[in-house]
């Protein structure tokens, strides 16, 4: 059946000819540039991809079509509109990472594979003309290169800088458009399948960059002439008056000329350009004078017939490939669009609507990877149908297409021995053996269902393997739970002719023998992201979390500004939001279109970038496994790009000066999956990188430091253009923002949720109640933040602003008046200890509460108290003491109701005077023992003596509270209606009065102990002080209801209680009418009240750690001469309805931390101090970083809460210690010397010890440290091989006898590196006067030496051997850093050491600007840099054992071949390392900010701005103190905007007055 071809020209003439090529596979197809005649309206309307008659060139004139395809004779035009051929050429084929998509324009059904078809050699492409030449630009005019930088600098030298601004901005409505009459058109010259960028200066926008014009001549004309060409772009003209400006006089002609011959400046994508010329004149004098405009010219493309492009709206990063057909007059272009039929449209090229596209062609013979139908298939580039191509014909090809193949998972033989699949013959003739080659059968009745990964119950359905259908096996695997299950694949089908325009997109030269072979090794890879990211080790803690749990939350840029084109739905919430967007479908790639959004997520240090990146790589490898994008015709594949592997890269091909033909990312996909081990995924990955079918997840852009131009490059002008999706991470100091707005979607990563940090909690610890109680107080802390945020700003200030001075002094003295105390009744005297029968209504009843027998047992509350006490432990949970003491006492409230409540209180007091009394006496301090007795003597009473005498002491107090209790109420009601607007406002505020009733007798004892006992020398008791035995709280709507409620206590009150209130908004009642409206028979009695304000603590300004803002005010309320000390609480309602919500429950969080903290700081201290630890701790967990390393510290024994840090540098000082410490004492050791001990016998003549203890799993660390204590005795004396070094058998001595060193020393040891490393620069490092080769050669023997001694199976012989074996000059400060040097780590030194060693090393890593760095590094920082050998002895020996360096990860091993590659487990481990290093440097003066250039280039570093966080504000006290005076205004000074956030980083908080 003969195949349907498009046009009609191509009938059984064209058939024969395809049959001839087919026949005749080493015919060389030949192209020609040829001149078509001009056709009629009617022959011009030929369809798309219709093959033209071939005619002589002659010239005739151009015909008016209605069409609007008119174009120019060669006459005129210079053989522009002609009809143009090129050579097609068969050849080898070369991966060119184009894609294929295309149009079936009919085929030859076939059956079986693809024929075996050869590349045919052939000469390169030869391009000719017939008739007149066209005088085309030359491909060195094309290719030209801009004006050398060292020229371009001698320039600008030599303008000097500019005078004045001199600026012009063009008009965009007065573009160039058209084609003048009697100028040729842009597109003339330029040469077939070209297109070249042109400019034109006419009217465009300009600006002086360079020199002085104020001398330039009125009366002249001036050239401006190109920099790179010196040719005459434009003119400056005569002043047709004198001062006219320069803008006005400027003149450029309407042309558009080629901007590589002239230097214009272009990225290549949807941009403007630049061109910089330059103007010289000579002035009165003769003297000579240059200055230099940049242009921003007008731009567009010239395009050759058959030149391919894509159409782009601005700012799109996908568009429609297209292939230019003919010119317009206008300068617009026709070109047919890819996939379309009849796809001719009109477009003027310029880089706002088009972009340059590959143009491939693949010789006859060419295995193709193309897109058809919604699916990837194998085909065949066929030999052309014609002799000659026409270049119009663009990138279209012959293809022979393979049908669709099925693949996937199915379960060949089940666990119960039955098979699915039976083997049937082998492959055909010429197949290569193998299993591959082995064609099965699907032997069951029942079809099976194909599966995209191995495990049938985690991967989708992706189709359906009926009875009987053949297929091969291409991979299997045995399963426990499945049997065995088999990748397999269905047989070649039919094979369809058809022609396609090839593109980028759609298709790929194959690598793999088969599509199927393709997405073989694409699961694979897929399902080892899956297996291997699905759990991840926490960096810091080193636990393993699983990754589905750590879900971060993303959100676009808030800015609108920074999103401000981005369509609606990459509004995402978390990652898995984001995963759905880049897994979006792409059903058009074969007209050149794929939506490829970049995304960029911002986020500060230690936010979790990283884990995003790995959760999205394991969300993405996980959907695409269950068969997501499975019908976008290429599936697509995850990769992370680590920036630090790219900078390597770098580094590498310019050391080497390799070429660039190779692509970043492909180079970098070669190097992470090289050998033979990962071929297959390695070609996988670069078939979906050619394919446009990777998500690259680059990691880390800001870690580039000083290579920080090169990875914009790579990623605007290599992984964006590509074409393939890509989301990018950085810190926002990392990025210049502005060059990623045009083109990406901006997103910020957001903090840890509490939800998140809960998790990570329960995670990591399985729930602790001190990170609850942590988590549960940042939430009530940010809720009471926005319920006063509610409040107008003005207001919050005078509430803020409320003072008043305290009545408890003396005047004019800061002691406390003895007058005030709470008197009795009567007034004359203070209340005193009563010993008469209890008299207080309200503490009878309580007292009776106390005694009744409860329960079935019939046991009083005070009786089951002391039982309970006896059965419960001290320091037991408050939760288990209620449990025992209140069960059977038929309590219903949860003991939250007196009796309940006060019998709860009264055992708490009870346990904590017995717990105190224990560690006294467990204590060995004798000074604090006797302090602690000579504050009070503790004595655990039982708990009816305590009760009786708590009674004692109260009865006094709550009889005059209870006589003044209903006049404080009125005075507060009274107060409060004053403030109402109006009388029902006023009512309902009264009724929102909330009076607590009496403080307990427990609480009022106890808090009279803790904060009054010491306040007078007398015989007084303390709780005659307790001001708030009587208290009431106040809710006002307003802020400003409060300032005024505050403003009238401040001021005093004297009231008559019997006279009515009236509201402050209801003037118009009058004291008369008010005092009318009194019953008539009421008595009014002109008694005074007074209220004295004798204490406001605002915490609307002074906040306790709860955020819980009220004003509490201290009254001393006198009628009829009996005075009551008594509380107002002044609330805000909003703040009191989230503080007292069931869910806040702020004062039980407090009161947590408030417990933990008393008696370690005085009481008047706690506060600050609770609030300067909780205020960091809370911001810290929400950061993952902070988060894991407070989990580090605490979990090594940080619960002190005095301990735990109040910054960040504390908390990285805090955690690098924790981390050295687990890793030095591992198995719960105390001291490092175990370990070091163990180190030393592997160094004993006798290794047969160490090889016993090794096959001993019972040996534990003690046996260790006996064995190598006596070492020294036992070790026999060995022959020595050279006189010169001392013998092992001495080290070790040395080490015995320095082993018993005392703790003092040890500190005091410390202490001298401490400062031996703050004087790091100062004296000559190079102890043993080694380079850094030779310092490396050091570290890789002495590698090798430790990983051979490790081994209890190699012998002393063979250490010997490795000994004798390295070079002379090295040996002895080898085995001296490996053996005689561990004695300089005993006396617990380790720890001390470890911190050096790493802060070295950070230090060099920071200066140099790395985050991956080498054993060569380690070996330059630790014996070079700053000398540190003890460092480096430790480094070696912790790097053979399989814990490795503490807070490193190792990369890649030592071997004899290439050095370890180690990286910090954080970037910000390095930081906070080289922070500490700077603070030890500042506190003597740092070079680093002698001079403001010096401190300005620090600033502005971009790889030092989380140094400054983490340093803050002491780092800025310290530089201060040194140079107290910093200027950034002069030039070379001067702070970007990075430079200035980390210039406000080490302000804050700034200790320097």
Request: glycine share 8%; net charge neutral.
């Amino acid at each position: 059946m003969p195949a349907v071809k498009e046009g009609s020209d191509r009938s059984a003439k064209g058939q024969s000819a395809v049959k001839a090529a087919k026949a005749a596979p080493g015919l060389v197809a030949v192209i020609k540039a040829d001149v078509k005649a001009e056709k009629s309206p009617k022959d011009n309307a030929l369809p798309a991809g219709s093959a033209s008659p071939k005619v002589a060139r002659k010239e005739v004139k151009p015909a008016e079509h209605n069409q609007g395809s008119d174009r120019k004779g060669a006459a005129d035009k210079g053989g522009q509109g002609t009809g143009r051929k090129a050579e097609a050429v068969s050849g080898k084929p070369k991966p060119t990472g184009s894609a294929l998509g295309g149009i079936a324009l009919g085929g030859l059904p076939k059956a079986g594979p693809l024929p075996p078809m050869s590349p045919q050699a052939a000469p390169e492409p030869v391009r000719t003309t017939a008739g007149p030449r066209v005088d085309y630009y030359s491909a060195e005019l094309l290719s030209r290169q801009p004006l050398a930088a060292a020229a371009r600098e001698a320039l600008y030298r030599k303008c000097g800088k500019k005078d004045k601004d001199v600026c012009y901005t063009r008009n965009e409505q007065h573009r160039p458009s058209g084609v003048e009459d009697g100028k040729p058109s842009r597109h003339e010259r330029v040469p077939p399948g070209k297109i070249v960028l042109m400019f034109n200066c006419a009217r465009s926008s300009f600006e002086l960059t360079h020199g002085d014009v104020a001398t330039l001549p009125d009366s002249e004309t001036i050239d401006l002439r190109a920099l790179t060409s010196g040719a005459a772009l434009g003119r400056i003209k005569i002043s047709p008056e004198k001062g006219t400006p320069i803008e006005d006089r400027i003149d450029c002609p309407n042309e558009w000329r080629v901007g590589a011959e002239h230097g214009l400046v272009h990225d290549g994508l949807q941009s403007d350009g630049s061109l910089e010329v330059r103007i010289d004149w000579r002035d009165h004098d003769g003297d000579s004078h240059v200055a230099l405009l940049r242009f921003n010219p007008w731009l567009a493309y010239g395009c050759g017939e058959g030149a391919r492009l894509a159409m782009r709206k601005p700012g799109m990063l996908e568009g429609t490939a297209a292939t230019v057909q003919r010119t317009l007059r206008d300068d617009s272009v026709v070109v047919r669009r890819d996939g379309v039929a009849m796809g001719e449209v009109t477009v003027d090229p310029t880089p706002f609507t088009v972009v340059k596209a590959l143009n491939p062609r693949h010789a006859p013979g060419t295995r193709l990877l193309f897109v058809h139908d919604g699916a990837s298939v194998d085909a065949l580039v066929e030999p052309w149908h014609e002799k000659e191509i026409d270049i119009k014909e663009g990138s279209r090809h012959n293809l022979a297409v393979q049908s669709r193949l099925m693949s996937g998972w199915v379960t060949m033989s089940t666990k119960d021995g039955i098979d699915n699949l039976k083997r049937v013959e082998e492959g055909g003739e010429g197949d290569v053996p193998g299993e591959e080659n082995v064609v099965y059968v699907l032997c069951s009745a029942k079809p099976l269902a194909l599966r995209a990964g191995c495990d049938p119950l985690n991967s989708e359905k992706c189709g359906t393997l009926m009875p009987k259908t053949p297929c091969r096996v291409l991979e299997k695997r045995e399963t426990e739970e499945f049997g065995l299950r088999a990748y397999i694949s269905s047989l070649p089908g039919m094979v369809v002719s058809l022609c396609a325009a090839l593109n980028e997109f759609n298709h790929a030269v194959q690598r793999f023998p088969s599509v199927s072979e393709y997405e073989a090794a694409r699961a694979n890879y897929l399902e080892d992201i899956v297996t291997r990211e699905a759990l991840v080790e926490d960096a810091i803690t080193g636990n393993n979390l699983r990754i589905k749990d750590q879900t971060l939350h993303v959100s676009t840029g808030t800015e609108q500004q920074d999103n401000s084109r981005i369509p609606s739905e990459w509004n995402v919430s978390d990652v898995r939001d984001l995963v759905t967007l880049l897994l979006q479908a792409s059903p058009n790639r074969h007209m050149g279109l794929h939506p490829a959004l970049p995304v960029l997520v911002r986020a500060g240090p230690g936010t979790g970038k990283t884990w995003m990146a790995k959760q999205a790589v394991f969300t993405l490898a996980d959907r695409l496994l269950r068969g997501a994008g499975a019908n976008d015709g290429i599936r697509l594949v995850p990769i992370v790009v680590f920036v630090q592997r790219i900078i390597y890269l770098l580094r590498e091909a310019s050391a080497s000066n390799q070429s660039k033909h190779q692509s970043l990312l492909g180079r970098y996909i070669e190097s992470m999956y090289s050998g033979k081990k990962f071929q297959s995924w390695c070609d996988m990955l670069m078939q979906a990188y050619e394919m446009r079918a990777l998500i690259v997840l680059l990691d880390g852009v800001d870690e580039a430091a000083g290579l920080r131009e090169q990875i914009d490059e790579f990623v605007h002008k290599d992984i964006v253009p590509s074409g393939n999706r890509v989301l990018v991470t950085t810190r926002p100091e990392g990025i210049l923002l502005s060059s990623y707005i045009k083109t990406f979607v901006v997103m910020n990563l957001c903090q840890l949720t509490n939800e998140q940090q809960r998790r990570v909690i329960n995670i990591q610890m399985e729930g602790n109640e001190f990170f609850d109680h942590l988590l549960s107080l940042g939430e009530v802390r940010k809720g009471l933040d926005d319920a006063y945020k509610k409040i107008g700003a003005v207001t919050r200030a005078d509430l803020e602003a409320l003072w008043a001075p305290s009545g408890w002094l003396m005047a004019d003295s800061d002691d406390f008046d003895p007058a005030e105390r709470q008197k009795d009744q009567t007034g004359t005297r203070v209340v005193a200890e009563s010993h008469r029968a209890i008299r207080s209504a309200y503490l009878k009843e309580l007292d009776d509460g106390m005694r009744e027998a409860r329960g079935a047992s019939r046991v009083p509350l005070l009786d089951r108290i002391d039982t309970a006490m006896a059965k419960v432990s001290v320091g037991a949970q408050a939760k288990e003491f209620a449990q025992v003491l209140l069960a059977d006492a038929g309590d219903t409230s949860g003991g939250t109701k007196p009796p309940f409540s006060v019998a709860l209180k009264l055992s708490s007091l009870l346990q904590g005077r017995k717990e105190e009394l224990q560690k006294l006496e467990a204590t060995t301090d004798k000074k604090k023992k006797k302090e602690i007795q000579a504050k009070e003597a503790l004595e655990v009473k039982a708990a009816e003596a305590m009760w009786k005498t708590m009674c004692q002491r109260t009865d006094e107090i709550y009889m005059v509270a209870e006589h003044m209790e209903p006049v404080f109420k009125k005075v507060v009601a009274k107060l409060v209606t004053e403030v109402g607007k109006d009388q029902p406002e006023a009512d309902q505020l009264i009724k929102g009065i909330e009076s607590p009733g009496f403080k307990d007798p427990v609480r009022l004892y106890e808090k009279a102990q803790e904060q009054f006992a010491g306040r007078f020398q007398d015989d007084i008791m303390p709780e005659a002080c307790v001001p708030d035995v009587v208290r009431c709280r106040v809710s006002l709507v307003s802020g400003a209801s409060i300032v005024q409620f505050v403003r009238r206590l401040i001021s005093g009150v004297e009231m008559e209680l019997a006279k009515p209130a009236v509201p402050m908004g209801d003037p118009a009642v009058a004291a008369p009418e008010a005092e009318a409206k009194l019953a008539p028979n009421t008595v009014v009695e002109k008694v005074d009240t007074t209220i004295k304000l004798m204490q406001l603590i605002n915490k609307f300004h002074d906040l306790d750690p709860t955020h819980f803002r009220s004003a509490v005010c201290t009254l001393k309320v006198t009628h009829r001469n009996v005075s009551l000390y008594c509380e107002v609480e002044v609330h805000f309602a909003e703040i009191l309805r989230f503080g007292t919500s069931e869910d806040a429950r702020a004062y039980e969080h407090y009161n947590f931390f408030r417990k933990r903290l008393k008696g370690t700081v005085p009481e008047k201290e706690l506060d600050v101090l609770l609030e300067e630890k909780l205020v960091f701790l809370v911001d810290a967990t929400g950061i993952p970083v902070l988060l894991s390393l407070l989990v580090l510290i605490f979990t090594s024994g940080g619960e002190d809460l005095t301990k735990l840090p109040s910054n960040r540098i504390e908390l990285y000082e805090l955690g690098i210690k924790s981390a050295i410490s687990k890793r030095l004492l591992p198995g719960r050791r105390t001291n490092t010397d175990q370990l070091v001990h163990e180190w030393l016998r592997l160094f004993n003549l006798d290794r047969s010890a160490m090889m016993q203890k090794d096959a001993d799993p019972a040996s534990g660390p003690g046996v260790a440290a006996s064995s190598a204590a006596n070492e020294t005795v036992a070790v026999p004396t060995e022959k020595k091989e050279r006189e010169h070094r001392p013998t092992r058998k001495a080290a070790l001595s040395m080490e015995h006898n320095d082993s018993g060193m005392s703790e003092k020393k040890a500190a005091k040891d410390a202490e001298k590196e401490e400062k031996k490393d703050a004087n790091l620069n100062k004296g000559d490092k190079r102890l043993f006067n080694l380079d850094s080769k030779e310092v490396y050669e050091v570290f890789k023997h002495g590698a090798h030496y430790l990983r051979e001694a490790n081994k209890p199976e190699v012998q002393r012989t063979e250490l010997n051997r490795i000994e004798l074996s390295m070079p002379k000059k090295l040996v002895d400060t080898v085995m001296m850093l490996v053996n005689a040097n561990l004695k300089m780590l005993l006396g617990d030194r380790a720890r001390s050491f470890g911190i050096t060693m790493l802060r070295h090393v950070a230090v060099s890593n920071q200066q140099a600007g790395r985050r991956e760095f080498s054993a060569v590094h380690v070996a330059d920082a630790l014996l070079i840099d700053q000398v540190n050998t003890e460092g480096l002895t430790l480094w070696l020996h912790l790097n053979k054992e399989d814990g490795g360096i503490p807070l490193t990860k190792t990369l890649e091993a030592q071997t004899e071949l290439a050095p370890a590659q180690y990286q910090f487990k954080h970037l910000s481990f390095q930081e906070g390392l080289f922070a500490q290093h700077l603070l030890l440097l500042a506190q003597d003066g740092w070079e680093g900010w002698h001079t403001n250039e010096k401190a300005a280039s620090f600033l502005n570093n971009p790889f030092m701005n989380n140094t400054c966080r983490i340093a803050a504000g002491h780092l800025g006290t310290l530089l201060a103190k040194r140079r107290p005076d910093w200027d950034f205004s002069a030039e070379g000074a001067r702070l970007t905007e990075v430079g200035l956030m980390a210039l406000w980083l080490i302000c804050e908080r700034n200790e320097t007055p």
